[in-house]
């Protein structure tokens, strides 16, 4: 086994000593017999963006060969919101990369996520994980590029409160047990998404710690790694379902909503990006950021208010994108800034070898230009069709690579100032805003309907569902309706708690 694969926690992987890519029917009948498992559950994505569920128990290899070759009959129509009621039957086609063994369940029980297909043994083109399998074929058969994405999962955690150890509201960024409650639950999360073949970065407390008329709550993240964008979908999803069944394992809430609690933080879900080349990243050239970067960001920005229709899809999600609250407002980009909408983090270049300096024994020298910068997008929140989002943001990408005058609008929409504070308020007021409710956001879609259609990548009636559903929340003005009504906010809040 090489040293890739021992380290790698997928017991599927481990056990068949090969990579998930790699996983035949036959690696996993061969797994199923060996570790005695009993159950199989199909998983695949839902319209309201969560992981639904088929079980079925294995009886024999002859029904397990068929269920991995031929998939299940299912209702579409009670799936997803596009598929009429008279022709609503679909396959589910089970994905043999995306097998791991469930670690809740108290029979020993293997999971695999599922695809749509037609009556015509087709992949159905509206459904979530095919249509950001769609737009990354496009825009790699457009531009030569692969995009990878990764999340920053950010959540509350609701708990009873403790006295002990209490921290600082507002002030809870990367704090450490005991003042942090709530670690242990962030490390088996963190596990068991690995345990999955996530490819996790890091899990730390954010900065959110509520304590109000008896309701504790405490924000933590946890940050995964670049990976193709229908993997990065996969791992998200996966992930939310994990953190929501662990919590409820400790008998917590965990909640992924944009907004708590007026004038406290919300939760974002941050989305970094990066376009590849033969396993190169494209974004930088030298040691700075490229043409390309600059163009896929101008078309992040040209395209951002219609992106809002994907990552902010319910009416609290707008009640997050306020100023000083850790979140953006307006349409621009810049380094290392969070009051921007796209920013540039730190990509370790033009760093020499820190590692050296803070260790005097270690040899001197440079390590060579670092590979890992990405371009962060920062207003999605958990309300997020994640798929549908990082579809969007292929298409958004390609939109920027070829539009004429991407150069021109990166330039002109970069700010190295910190757009919220009094002082810089001339610049802020100069830049374009982001929607500032449902209504908005699928008004914009409709606006740049006709690029997301290109080459068949959104369906006429997927975009028709997305805007009927954004304007039947009728919360156009809601901000200023709501103003100073701290109860009906509360209402609204508690109302989308789970998005």
Not at 330 to 351: A, E, F, K, Y
Not at 403 to 432: C, R, T, W
Not at 479 to 494: M, N
Request: aromatic residues 8%; glycine residues 8%; charged residues 25%.
């Amino acid at each position: 086994m090489t040293d890739t694969l021992g380290i790698n926690m997928n017991k599927v992987v481990q056990f068949l000593e090969k990579p998930a890519e790699e996983f035949t029917k036959q690696d996993l009948i061969k797994f199923i017999w060996a570790k005695n498992i009993e159950m199989l559950n199909f998983r695949y994505m839902g319209g309201d963006g969560r992981l639904k569920t088929l079980n079925f128990v294995i009886t024999s290899r002859a029904l397990l060969d068929r269920l991995l070759s031929i998939g299940e009959r299912v209702d579409g129509s009670s799936l997803l919101p596009s598929i009429d009621a008279a022709s609503s039957d679909l396959y589910v086609i089970p994905r043999y990369k995306t097998a791991y063994v469930n670690p809740f369940s108290p029979i020993p029980t293997l999971d695999i996520l599922c695809s749509y297909y037609t009556n015509e043994g087709i992949r159905l083109p509206s459904s979530p994980e095919n249509i950001v399998r769609k737009a990354h074929e496009v825009l790699k058969k457009s531009t030569g590029l692969t995009l990878e994405a990764m999340g920053e999962l950010e959540y509350y955690v609701f708990y009873e409160g403790q006295q002990f150890y209490p921290a600082t509201p507002q002030r809870s960024y990367h704090e450490s047990a005991p003042f942090s409650k709530w670690e242990g639950l962030r490390c088996e999360a963190i596990r068991a998404i690995a345990q999955a073949g996530g490819k996790v970065k890091y899990g730390h407390s954010e900065v959110g710690d509520i304590r109000e008329e008896g309701r504790e709550m405490e924000q933590h993240e946890i940050e995964l790694l670049p990976v193709p964008i229908e993997d990065a979908a996969d791992q998200i999803v996966i992930a939310k379902w994990m953190l929501r069944m662990i919590g409820y394992k400790y008998g917590v809430t965990i909640t992924f909503a944009p907004k708590i609690l007026a004038g406290h933080a919300g939760s974002g879900l941050h989305i970094h990006t990066k376009l590849v080349k033969d396993g190169k990243n494209m974004m930088i050239e030298g040691n700075q950021l490229s043409d390309i970067a600059k163009k896929a960001i101008a078309g992040y920005l040209a395209l951002a208010p219609s992106l809002t229709s994907f990552g902010n899809t319910v009416p609290t999600s707008y009640l997050r994108l306020v100023p000083h609250q850790e979140a953006p407002t307006n349409i621009c980009w810049g380094d290392r800034n969070r009051s921007v909408l796209v920013r540039v983090p730190l990509g370790w270049l033009n760093v020499d070898n820190m590692a050296g300096d803070a260790n005097p024994l270690e040899s001197k020298g440079t390590p060579g230009i670092i590979d890992n910068q990405t371009v962060e997008f920062r207003c999605p929140d958990g309300s997020a069709n994640v798929h549908l989002l990082l579809a969007g943001l292929a298409v958004a990408a390609r939109h920027g690579l070829e539009m004429d005058g991407a150069l021109e609008l990166a330039n002109k929409l970069y700010v190295d100032v910190n757009i919220f504070s009094s002082e810089h308020k001339g610049v802020q007021e100069k830049l374009p805003q982001l929607p500032n409710s449902c209504w908005e956001s699928a008004e914009s879609f409709l606006k740049d309907s006709k690029i997301y259609q290109r080459d068949g990548v959104f369906s006429p009636i997927v975009i028709d569902g997305i805007v009927k559903k954004l304007m039947s929340y009728n919360d156009k003005d809601l901000s200023e309706r709501l103003y100073g009504k701290e109860e009906e906010i509360q209402k609204l809040v508690d109302k989308y708690l789970h998005c």
